[in-house]
């Protein structure tokens, strides 16, 4: 599965690194990509929206959007 999620409140590259870091504890996420306001990545359908939120807020920053888009399997992907 990819999420979407959109971050307030980030402003310097530090406060990339500590989403990026929040992020790493939650399981399930497979890829992520952290930037300005936005984070995508990618999950095995165990990670939640309560538990990106969380680890989100952890490093200090609030959710003002998720979007899940549930993708199909690639033909011979595991």
């Known amino acids: 599965m990819r999420t979407i999620v ?3 409140g980030m402003q310097a590259v530090h ?14 996420i497979t890829w992520c990509d952290v930037s300005m306001g936005l984070v995508e990545l990618e999950h095995d359908g165990s990670a939640t929206e309560s538990q990106l939120r969380d680890a989100i807020a952890v490093a200090g920053f609030t959710v003002s959007a998720v979007r899940v888009e549930r993708r199909l399997p690639i033909v011979g992907e595991p």
């Open 6 to 8: 959109v971050v307030n």
């Open 15 to 28: 406060c990339v690194r500590g989403v990026q870091t929040a992020l790493a504890m939650v399981p399930g």
